[in-house]
């Protein structure tokens, strides 16, 4: 496993090719997780109220604003609109959007060395950030693999080069 710092100097390398003007950055410390208000049952500091932000990232403090336009969501949403409009509001609301926790992103490298940014839960942030036709969503980045892809998807899963 590679040490934290390499694999953020790593991910900020990668994201570069993405992003056109300096929008990505770590958000260690000060806003480091994102809001729910009344309708989601998170703490201030973006944890649900059993302490737990995310089976996968649980372990990571670094949140970094992702270029929503890289990320591929292989699965239709079901949404709640009700939650997406509450989320959108929260998420206009500076007091608020602290409270939203970020989405997770699996980031994939393929097998000649290309980025592949995965998302496959926090639907309802990710619609009420596309709605808002915001360029970047708050995330937590997940070094994965094509093996762990495929547990996603399957035999769905694509050559990724």
């Known amino acids: 496993m ?4 390499l694999i953020a100097s790593k991910l900020q390398v990668a994201l570069r090719r993405f992003v056109t003007s300096p929008t990505l950055c770590n958000m260690q410390g ?12 998170y703490s201030p500091r973006g944890q649900r109220a059993d302490g737990i ?6 372990n990571i403090p670094e949140t970094h604003n992702v270029p929503m336009r890289i990320l591929i969501r292989p699965f239709p949403p079901v949404l709640d609109e009700d939650k997406v409009r509450s989320l959108m509001g929260s998420i206009q609301n500076s007091e608020q959007l602290h409270n939203i926790p970020p989405i997770d992103v699996l980031w994939i490298k393929g097998q000649q060395g290309g980025d592949y940014f995965y998302s496959f839960g926090g639907c309802h942030r990710y619609a009420a950030y596309q709605r808002l036709n915001m360029e970047t969503i708050p995330a937590k980045i997940v070094m994965s693999t094509i093996a762990d892809l495929r547990m996603y998807l399957g035999s769905s899963t694509p050559d990724l080069q």
């Open 30 to 41: 000060g806003r480091d997780t994102q809001s729910a208000g009344a309708l989601h049952n």
């Open 2 to 5: 590679y040490p934290r710092q």
């Open 53 to 58: 932000q995310s089976i996968h990232t649980d």
